[in-house]
């Protein structure tokens, strides 16, 4: 799996996924699509494998602030954040906070919203997670004033 | 490519027995779920 932002190129996601199906290791493909990009200085890419394999770039031309932490189950990247303390409030709930996948990571990204999140505040959201033989959960909200308080309803009307 | 005057947090996860893998995100421009996030199954990773 991929994220892909910054001045975002779509493309490290999908060629990226090929690259892994094809068997390249996350740092392999990493390399690949950094080496293929000129305006690599710009992205910001974290990737990671079912081996728990990882990757992750952030360009130096990628606005402050900008972070990542990296743990054995997790990557967190950011960018364009109020403070420094963004990514260290995402890396450390994730740690701490229980529960199934999908609810430790909103509770993480909710954490990072708390510690300033986005410099101008959030407007959009997304939760995706899969499972050997399908997709668990996929939520989007495209537009709201508090996309991830959206986002944490929409996943408990899933389990009502 | 899309400009980005907003800014973008992601956490990408694995369950420790490997099971569950997922992509969470948030940004202050819209729609982030459309370009942000890139998933396949865990079967062919």
Redesign the interface.
């Given at each position: 799996?991929?994220?892909?932002?910054?001045?975002?190129?779509?493309a490290?996601?999908?060629k990226?996924?090929e690259l892994?199906?094809k068997g390249l290791s996350p740092k392999e493909t990493l390399n690949r699509l950094l080496m293929e990009d000129l305006?690599r200085e710009l992205r910001?890419v974290?990737?990671?494998?079912?081996?728990?394999r990882e990757a992750v770039f952030t360009g130096a031309g990628v606005?402050e602030w900008h972070g990542e932490a990296m743990g054995e189950?997790?990557?967190?990247?950011?960018?364009?954040?109020?403070g420094k303390n963004?990514?260290p409030s995402?890396a450390e709930e994730?740690e701490r906070t229980g529960g199934?996948?999908?609810w430790?990571?909103?509770k993480?990204?909710k954490a990072?919203?708390e510690s300033g999140?986005?410099?101008?505040?959030?407007?959009?959201?997304?939760?995706?997670?899969?499972?050997?033989?399908?997709?668990?959960?996929k939520i989007?909200?495209?537009?709201h004033k508090a996309?991830?308080n959206e986002?944490i309803r929409k996943l408990e009307i899933r389990r009502r | 490519?899309?400009?980005?005057?907003?800014?973008?947090?992601?956490?990408?996860?694995?369950?420790?027995d490997?099971?569950?893998?997922?992509?969470?995100?948030?940004?202050?421009?819209?729609?982030?779920?459309?370009?942000?996030?890139?998933?396949?199954?865990?079967?062919?990773?």
């Open positions: 799996m991929i994220a892909t932002q910054a001045y975002t190129n779509v490290y996601g999908i990226g996924l892994l199906a305006g910001q974290a990737i990671m494998d079912s081996k728990k606005p189950n997790y990557i967190v990247i950011g960018n364009l954040l109020a963004v990514i995402i994730f199934d996948l999908a430790m990571m909103i993480a990204l990072g919203s999140g986005d410099q101008r505040g959030e407007k959009s959201a997304a939760l995706i997670v899969v499972g050997t033989e399908k997709v668990e959960v989007k909200v495209d537009e996309p991830i986002l | 490519m899309k400009k980005s005057r907003t800014g973008t947090f992601s956490i990408l996860a694995i369950s420790p490997s099971k569950l893998m997922g992509v969470a995100v948030a940004s202050g421009s819209t729609s982030v779920g459309d370009r942000v996030p890139h998933m396949q199954s865990l079967e062919s990773v």
